[in-house]
């Protein structure tokens, strides 16, 4: 039998321990949320309910007639369909919490897609639309529908039904921008951060008794996300609300496939290797040597291959400018989710060139 160091059995130990408590806050996370999520559906299921069964006996016993029965059927509609957008939104934050939230690789158009969701809301609200076309991005369709949405009902609900919504679609290079722009309720400056957490709800929402469950924004968030995108909110106190999505443009994610390699490394004879076997294949490569020169002139599609001694990988996002989708392969000896593909050392050409030419 080998011999166990002291120092081995109490780095194991730690380890264990620390595994241990790891399991332990992931375990309290998933009770809390399940606590939350109880006391969301049984006020937000409870206040629908009751009304449709009230309204349902009324008409039942004959009690209403003429306009009073048709404002308790659409009533009736109304609060139906709130515990049906519950029940998506419910299902949706579960497959997010399991990560079986997969988002299709299609070819989606944000224009003709803000088109059909302000002509869908248009009977509620006046929606004022603003759209340049080729506003196209790589993903899924229904998602982006769903996210959308969201967005346009937000605005209709936490603002007054006399005040229009400016809904755009524009380009701003590499990016496809998407703002919906309303003129209510606003959200307290100290809550704006928090807002896309889950189950989270503004206080003057909650006071003005305007129904909600504070999961649609932390669903539009994570749906933006998935995309490789940002979103972010203007807001002022009783001025009305901007909701910002940011996507890159389809054509920067399709430039993937025929983008630029940047080799930022440190030891001299690798980058030259691996340069030299890289355009041999027909890439385009461009050594630096640090960080700030890897990213001058950067752009979407460019594929950074880093030595993890020169660069980790967080810092080179929090380097990034905004919505440039760019594919990051780390040379490094301990491999994390960080990165896009992470490669040990000593490096295998082969390994490199499938990770740039087959994403
Ligand atoms: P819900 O509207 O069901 O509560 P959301 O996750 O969509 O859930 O929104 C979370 C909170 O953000 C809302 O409860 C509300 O306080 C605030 N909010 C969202 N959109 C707007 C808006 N357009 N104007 C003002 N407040 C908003």
Redesign the pocket.
Same mark, same amino acid.
């Given at each position: 039998m080998t011999k166990v160091s002291q120092r081995e059995l109490e780095a194991r130990l730690a380890a264990s321990v620390a595994e241990l408590e790891r399991q332990r806050a992931a375990v309290l996370h998933a009770n809390q949320l399940k606590n939350d999520l109880i006391a969301v559906l049984a006020h !937000?299921i409870k206040g629908p309910l009751t009304s449709i069964i009230g309204f349902s006996e009324l008409l039942e016993e004959g009690m209403l007639d003429g306009d009073a029965a048709t404002d308790a059927a659409r009533t009736i509609r109304t609060n139906a369909q709130r515990l049906a957008?519950?029940t998506n !939104?419910v299902l949706a934050l579960s497959r997010v919490e399991h990560g079986e939230f997969e988002i299709k690789d299609e070819r989606v158009d944000l224009a003709a897609l803000a088109k059909k969701m302000a002509a869908l809301h248009g009977s509620e609200r006046d929606i004022r639309l603003d759209v340049e076309p080729n506003a196209l991005v790589r993903g899924d369709a229904e998602r982006l529908e769903a996210a959308l949405d969201?967005?346009l009902?937000? #605005?209709i609900?936490? #603002?007054p039904a006399s005040e229009p919504i400016d809904l755009s679609v524009g380009r701003d290079g590499d990016r496809v921008l998407l703002a =919906?722009r !309303?003129r209510?309720? @606003? /959200?307290p400056e100290g809550?704006i951060a928090a807002?896309?957490d889950?189950? #989270?709800?503004?206080?003057?929402?909650?006071r003005a008794k /305007? =129904? @909600?469950?504070? /999961?649609?924004?932390?669903?539009?968030k994570t749906i933006v996300e998935q995309h490789g995108g940002s979103i972010e =909110?203007q807001?002022v106190l009783d001025g009305?609300?901007t909701?910002t999505v940011v996507l890159p443009s389809l054509e920067s994610r399709e430039a993937h496939r025929t983008g630029r390699v940047i080799l930022v490394t440190a030891d001299g004879a690798l980058a030259r290797f691996a340069a030299y076997e890289l355009r041999m294949r027909g890439l385009r490569v461009r050594e630096a040597a640090t960080l700030s020169d890897a990213l001058d002139g950067v752009r979407s599609g460019d594929m950074f291959v880093v030595d993890e001694r020169v660069a980790r990988a967080t810092d080179l996002r929090a380097m990034l400018p905004n919505g440039l989708a760019v594919r990051l392969i780390g040379l490094t000896e301990t491999p994390s989710n960080e990165w896009d593909v992470a490669l040990r050392q000593p490096l295998l050409v082969s390994d490199l060139v499938e990770a740039l030419v087959e994403p």
């Open positions: !937000d957008t519950l !939104d969201n967005l009902r937000n #605005a609900k936490y #603002a =919906v !309303d209510g309720i @606003g /959200i809550e807002i896309f889950r189950f #989270a709800r503004g206080s003057n929402a909650r /305007i =129904v @909600g469950s504070g /999961i649609g924004l932390f669903i539009v =909110v807001s009305g609300s909701f």
